[in-house]
T-cell receptor
């Protein structure tokens, strides 16, 4: 069974640009969550999606947005990039939001903003 | 608000037991988790415990929960060099397992 796939794995952008990150969950998983990991702030929750609906959103500015498609794949977008957006962005999928025993994380996308 | 705290570093000898501690503030948390992160990798869910449980054992891992003190611990028996990693404690509500609050992680170093 394939794991959670995140693309691209590494990305370098400059300030002011925008970026789209992709997450493909494990087959049969309908819940996808996104987290930002930085040395200073640790792991911060960004979004949670289930069946194409955003169920929860973390405390991030409106420049951060996301969506989930009918095949459960999810994308997150960051517009007007700032240096502080440099981070490892992690995606996790599970069967549904009440099944933590089925939660798996992807390897992450390392975003560097210059 | 929600907060999860862990000590930052732990060093043990190979073959010893490791105990990683965590405290949390949200008394309504239902799930409490331990994750492992190795360099360059995502998070691996090691184990989780419901808030109505006191203990859970899974092979070399033992989780203890003290609800009164909001204290969670992870004991790794017979610690091996391959256990060297960052260990994260996290909590969530049962209806929002995908929205977890994480601690800052404990870096476990296992010396041969």
């Amino acid at each position: 069974k394939a794991g959670v796939t995140q693309t691209p794995r590494y990305l370098i952008k400059t300030r002011g640009q925008q970026v789209t990150l992709s997450c493909s969950p494990i087959s049969g998983h309908r819940s996808v969550s996104w987290y930002q990991q930085t040395p200073g702030q640790g792991l911060q929750f960004l979004f949670e999606y289930f069946s194409e609906t955003q169920r929860n959103k973390g405390n991030f500015p409106g420049r951060f947005s996301g969506r989930q498609f009918s095949n459960s794949r999810s994308e997150m977008n960051v517009s007007t990039l700032e240096l502080g957006d440099s981070a490892l962005y992690l995606c996790a999928s599970s069967v549904d939001p009440t099944r933590p025993d089925t939660q798996y994380f992807g390897p992450g996308t390392r975003l560097t903003v210059l | 608000g929600e907060d999860v705290e862990q000590s930052l570093f732990l060093s043990v000898r190979e073959g010893d037991s490791s105990v990683i501690n965590c405290t949390y503030t949200d008394s309504s948390s239902t799930y409490l988790y331990w994750y492992k992160q190795e360099p360059g990798a995502g998070l691996q869910l090691l184990t989780y415990i419901f808030s109505n449980m006191d203990m859970k054992q899974d092979q070399r891992l033992t989780v203890l929960l003290n609800k009164k003190d909001k204290h969670l611990s992870l004991r790794i028996a017979d610690t091996q060099t391959g256990d060297s990693a960052i260990y994260f404690c996290a909590e969530s509500m049962w209806t929002n397992a995908g929205k977890s609050t994480f601690g800052d992680g404990t870096t476990l170093t296992v010396k041969p």
